[in-house]
């Protein structure tokens, strides 16, 4: 470790390094400093003094001080100047790279190769200086080269660099290759084998990786990097074999046991294999490793919620703290106060509060007089039970928190005596805040002044604040949800999408305001922004509703909002942004409601604090970097944004100039079992930096201050937190959207326009759903006199009433279904029936086996849109319910085992069926696409609304049926009369015909007869 004494040979080394920089003038001497002309001028120049000399440079590198590196090296060549070593470019290289300087570093490699051009090193440096900036095409093309120039066998570095390269553009087979001939030319450097053996895994043939790395590893032994023992366990992982997992990882801690990355793996192991006890024991480790490495500043640590590798997810954590007496007894250590905080956080961040509330009362009967865990205990349970009202908080606990007087008090609002010191503390802070009410509760659109209270964490403070009206994000969402089911919201039960249809209407209001023609005309500048007015009406209507129920509430406290950053991402998607807040909160003061934003903080707050909104607009972030640029002219041409397996679109279309655009959809979407690269290499661009996307800084001031009390003796001085007030932001929401979106749009369609006119472009292909960049590059093909033709989103068809007949010629869709609903839209427009772009003909599942167990396997779907409900969430997850414990009394009588393929971590994942359920007992998880899962005797199943992943199943011989117990609106075209729908009984008596002779076939049969007229292959392209 770097704190650890250098060795004898080490100091002897740096002795004499030192002791050659000095009589070289590099460095002063011992003693005092002599005049300048005492200095040597020359000196005899032979190899082994510039070696010295070099190890004099090379020590800062050791200890990352790459400025003081460079200093050195550049004193050396100053002083050798031809006769010094390749090592000193070398030097200068790898410290200006390590700054972030990569210009500089790469005009240094271009002087070194001139100065050593026989050095292999100096241009192996060159041409992997582009992976830094991920260039990868360019730094192909320098690998290539150095190969060219040195020869096949020169070096093992171009080989390792162009597999690197390859498989980031996503070249899988060139990849394997380099590592091949590499491997060949270099069998006996570890570097090489250990690429070589990587390639494996990238191909995903996990008996082969465990082969070449076990290879590696007798071969090489001590030379190889920890990296190695994990790859291998990764691959007995990935072939389902966790015990020969656990023995490398074990084989490789006892190597490398203070690489925390191998040891936080073996936690993960130890957790996919339900091994309680070594888990928390390793989990410890960590903890204790981290509080070591910052001198004991570390605070609560929170582990990972699921596995990132392993087979393990939130579910784990909840069996865990069921077993956790028994664990007790196992461990071989008394679990620590951080320890028990650390896994009451991690149990709070895998949304589990009643899980973190039972550690923390573990916690505090182990460590009564800890006052840290007193103090999350009670945070715990306000966070889980401040809804139900101010709890006598000692008692409901079953903790004895007599030692802790302040919190119970603080807790229940006080004593309610007269005299009590902290209930006059509390009543003197509630009269500051209440100062900050809004003066009138008139509708008002225009946005005035963020109110942010500044906390410190584990203070007093804190809890007096989540003893009152405080929202959580996860209590927001429960909020929204109980009003919804409360009031029966029209979202979940009319016939048409209202959320899209009032996002139209707010698009066209903000079009006819800000339309700027020609290049913004009115209805494309609409159409151009539904996407993202849509995604923040999922946000908005919901906090609104939500504002409207706290109002009416006849309670004058204050409402605290929970805010997670004083940093908010504007137009950030419904799945990721936390603008929602901001929303809930102008809507609260917009009705005469006190409320707050609240901030935490360790040590002291920041002194100039301010509230910022950044750009988080995924979706006009172009993807697939343009490798080789086309100048040239090209009547037809592609925007994929949005386009559902574009490869398969592109290859239909023949001679097409592919933009980059933003929203690229990968080859299989949701599935979490590989790593995916884009699917197209654009040729041309038409984006404008990402940087004519503003930021708004709004500076806040400090407005008053709330006083708290020390929790303990010890704590020294009391706390305090900091009303914070911005300047009133004004206009309102269409304002700032236009505010944020106007300059990017605008550059958007000019580019557009003036790539239309400089390629002469006739044609371009879009999506059927209106993606920003394809709606404006489509409306500046239109205005230029040439045809739109849109492509399928979804084998369902997409923004069918969004769009307008002016604005595209033809359309293309999966499936006859999908062509009917354009038709019926557009009688006048060409519509074409093109199933091959999403699906094959459709073939016989290879794992169809009677003699094996039928495979049920359900798709998970996409419930809610963020807070707002697409169906009724509780019907639905009573179907789920019914479902599965129907298909359990199946497994009783006949062969079958049960699966389910969460959709992503937004949809329906895996842990949220753990917690609907009760049990993952009853089922396993399937993360592949169903275009490549590979299960015995498959079926597909649904559940309330319909899948894409039917259609994808029958195309390769798996049959599908749908689990419907109440009416919904569904969004795909899948008939009825052909995929078997209906309530949990009916459907279960479905499954169970599947299991008997004949059975599947004879349902397979049957829906590959809708396959061959729904799905058949129309016109020609």
Not at 169 to 178: K, L, N
Not at 720 to 732: K, M, N, P, Y
Request: proline share 6%; aromatic share 10%.
């Amino acid at each position: 470790m770097a704190s650890e004494r250098p060795s004898p040979a080490v100091r002897r080394l740096r002795r004499l390094a030192g002791r050659s920089a000095r009589k070289l003038g590099l460095l002063p001497p011992a003693g005092p400093k002599p005049p300048a002309s005492q200095l040597p001028r020359k000196q005899k120049l032979d190899r082994e003094w510039v070696n010295l000399t070099a190890s004099w440079a090379r020590m800062p590198m050791a200890d990352g001080n790459w400025a003081e590196a460079i200093r050195r090296w550049e004193q050396l060549l100053d002083r050798f100047g031809p006769s010094s070593s390749w090592s000193a470019y070398r030097g200068l290289i790898v410290s200006y790279t390590e700054l972030g300087r990569l210009g500089t570093a790469g005009a240094i490699a271009a002087r070194g190769r001139e100065m050593f051009p026989e050095s292999v090193e100096l241009a192996s440096l060159w041409a992997g200086l582009p992976m830094f900036d991920e260039e990868w095409a360019a730094s192909v093309e320098r690998w290539v080269e150095v190969l060219e120039q040195y020869g096949p066998t020169a070096s093992w570095k171009p080989y390792r660099g162009l597999a690197n390269c390859y498989e980031q553009i996503g070249d899988i087979p060139a990849s394997v290759e380099a590592a091949e001939l590499g491997y060949q030319h270099f069998p006996d450097i570890v570097e090489m084998a250990t690429t070589w053996a990587q390639m494996s895994m990238i191909e995903e043939d996990w008996p082969e990786a465990v082969n070449r790395f076990q290879h590696v590893l007798d071969r090489f032994g001590s030379q190889v990097q920890w990296k190695a023992h994990l790859r291998l366990a990764l691959a007995h992982g990935r072939q389902g074999d966790l015990e020969a997992a656990g023995k490398t990882l074990a084989i490789g801690l006892e190597r490398y046991s203070y690489e925390l990355t191998l040891v936080g793996h073996a936690a993960e192991l130890a957790m996919a294999r339900r091994d309680w006890p070594e888990a928390v024991s390793i989990w410890n480790d960590i903890l204790e490793a981290r509080i070591r490495l910052s001198n004991g500043q570390v605070n609560k640590t929170v582990f990972p919620r699921r596995g990132s590798e392993w087979p393990w997810y939130e579910e784990a954590w909840e069996a865990l703290i069921s077993d956790w007496p028994s664990i007790e007894q196992e461990l071989s250590f008394q679990p620590s106060p951080m320890l028990y905080r650390s896994l009451g956080a991690s149990f709070e961040s895998a949304d589990l509060p009643e899980a973190a509330l039972e550690i923390l009362r573990h916690g505090a009967k182990a460590h009564p007089d800890d006052h840290s865990i007193a103090f999350d205990l009670a945070a715990a349970y306000l966070d889980l039970r401040h809804d139900e009202g101010k709890p006598a908080i000692a008692s409901e606990l079953g903790v004895d928190l007599e030692g802790h007087p302040l919190m119970s008090r603080i807790c229940v609002g006080g004593s309610g005596l007269a005299n009590d010191p902290i209930s006059a503390l509390c009543a003197r802070n509630e009269e500051t805040l209440d100062g900050f009410r809004p003066a009138r509760s008139e509708l008002s659109t225009e946005l005035g002044s963020v109110h942010i209270l500044r906390v410190p964490y584990d203070s007093s403070i804190e809890l007096q604040i989540k003893a009152g009206r405080y929202l959580t994000p996860k209590g927001i969402e429960k909020r929204v949800r109980q009003i919804s089911e409360r009031d029966a919201w029209d979202e979940m039960t009319a016939p048409e999408n209202l959320v899209l249809k009032r996002a139209r209407e707010v698009s066209a209001e903000y079009a006819r305001r800000f339309a700027d023609r020609p290049l913004l005309e009115a209805d494309a500048l609409g159409e151009a922004v539904l996407f993202f007015v849509f995604h923040e009406l999922c946000l908005y209507e919901p906090m609104k509703r939500l504002a409207e129920d706290i109002a009416a509430q006849d309670d004058s406290s204050p409402v605290f909002i929970e805010g997670p950053t004083d940093t908010y991402r504007y137009i950030d998607g419904y799945s990721f942004s936390d603008f929602d807040v901001l929303y809930l909160y102008f809507e609260l003061r917009r009705r005469g409601v006190n409320a707050f934003l609240c901030r935490y903080h360790h040590g002291d707050p920041p002194s100039k604090p301010k509230l910022r909104f950044v750009p988080g607009v995924r979706s006009l972030l172009p993807r697939g970097e343009v490798q080789r640029t086309s100048d040239s002219t090209n009547p037809r041409v592609l925007v994929p944004a949005g386009i559902r397996s574009v490869r398969r679109v592109v290859g239909a279309l023949g001679q097409t100039l592919v933009y980059s655009s933003g929203s690229v959809v990968k080859e299989f979407a949701y599935d979490r079992s590989l790593r995916q690269q884009f699917p197209i290499e654009p040729q041309a661009s038409f984006h404008p930096s990402l940087t004519q996307l503003p930021e708004f800084r709004f500076d806040l001031w400090p407005a008053a201050v709330l006083h708290g009390v020390p929790l303990h003796p010890a704590d020294g001085l009391e706390p305090t937190a900091r009303i914070e007030v911005s300047a009133e932001l004004g206009g309102d929401w269409l304002t700032w959207l236009d505010r944020a979106l106007h300059d990017y749009l605008s550059g958007l369609s000019a580019r557009a326009f003036a790539q239309v006119a400089a390629r002469e472009i006739e044609e371009v292909h879009v999506c059927d759903h209106l993606f920003t960049d394809a709606v404006l590059f489509a409306n500046a093909v239109k205005a230029n006199g040439g045809r739109v033709v849109l492509w399928p989103h979804s084998a369902n068809p997409v923004h069918v009433n969004e769009r307008r007949a002016e604005s595209f010629d033809e359309v293309h869709a999966v499936t006859q279904a999908g062509c009917e609903q354009w038709r019926k839209r557009f009688p006048e427009m060409k519509v074409t029936h093109s199933p091959s772009v999403m699906l094959d003909p459709p073939t016989r599942n290879t794992r169809v086996d009677e003699s094996l167990p039928l495979s049920v396997v359900i798709i998970g779907g996409r419930s809610v849109l963020r807070h707002m409900p697409i169906l009724d969430r509780d019907l639905h997850e009573k179907s789920y319910r019914d479902l599965f414990a129907g298909l359990e009394k199946l497994k009783k009588k006949h062969s079958l085992n049960v699966f389910f393929k969460p959709r992503g971590h937004t949809g329906e994942h895996e842990m949220w069926l753990a917690q609907l359920i009760g049990s993952s007992d009853q089922w396993e998880r399937v993360l592949e696409h169903p275009l490549r899962m590979d299960l015995p005797n498959m079926l597909f199943v649904s559940v309330s609304m319909g899948s894409s992943a039917l259609l994808e199943g029958l195309s390769r011989g798996i049959p599908g049926l749908v689990v419907r117990d109440f009416p919904v609106r569904d969004y795909t075209t899948l008939d009825a009369d052909t995929f078997p729908t209906g309530r949990v009984g009916e459907m279960l008596d479905t499954i169970a015909a599947c299991c008997r002779p004949g059975g599947y076939e004879a349902l397979l049969e049957h829906e590959l007869k809708y396959y061959a007229t729904e799905l058949e292959v129309g016109e020609a392209l």
